[in-house]
């Protein structure tokens, strides 16, 4: 099979690309509306990009109806947010956190889950995950106008949150104990339980 981008529909383009990107960690992500309302939702579209200072990026796109999701709106208007470890024990409410809520509704009362006020910015962190990132906006970056196209929000880590029953010894994460879950394509998802060593060269 071969897939011509510029002919082809942009929901199989979005299938393939997500069958093929994986795993994709996911970044649970709570914002702040300007109303006062607590956002959180899942993203896959996520990774860390550097440590000196640390940088995160994640996307929310466009709907398909090519509006903005609530959490994009909210960094527009207030440019911070928690980054949640999405982890085995939470998986249900990771996934149940991203129904397509009206804005002025928390997912984490959907969720019932319960939140702690952050200490360096104004969203706060899920009480439930191990571990919870403060992050400051740097730039968020629109790819397009259309259904599901990009918007690639880059963040700076300005304090981590993490709890003593994750760490090992020597004070690192210990994946066997933080046990994050990872997207593939479709309704597929994976846990990072099946895991070896391999040292570098
Ligand atoms: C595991 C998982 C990963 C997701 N990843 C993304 C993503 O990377 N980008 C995106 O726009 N939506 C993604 N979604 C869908 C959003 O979570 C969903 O549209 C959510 O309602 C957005 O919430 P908001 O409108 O409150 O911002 C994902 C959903 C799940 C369950």
Known sequence: MELDIASASIVDVYYLLTGIV???????????????????????????FGANPPVVAFSPSLRRDGSKKD???????????????????????????SKELPPDESEV???????IASVKVRPPRVAESPVS???????????GTGPISANIVIG???????ADEVLDEAGRVDPRKLRTVARLGAD???????????KRP
């Open 22 to 48: 994986t795993p994709r960690p996911i970044a649970w992500v709570s914002t702040l509306s300007l109303t006062g309302v607590v956002n959180l939702a899942p993203f896959s579209f996520f990774n860390a």
């Open 71 to 97: 959490t994009l709106l909210n960094l527009e208007a207030l440019p911070e947010f928690v980054l949640n470890a999405a982890t085995a024990p939470l998986l249900e409410q990771v996934n149940l956190s």
């Open 109 to 115: 009362a959907l969720t019932g889950l319960s939140t």
């Open 133 to 143: 990132m403060e992050c400051r906006v740097r730039q968020i970056i629109p790819c």
């Open 156 to 162: 700076e880590v300005l304090m981590m949150h993490i």
């Open 188 to 198: 597929y998802w994976c846990h990072t339980s099946d895991l070896f060593e391999m």
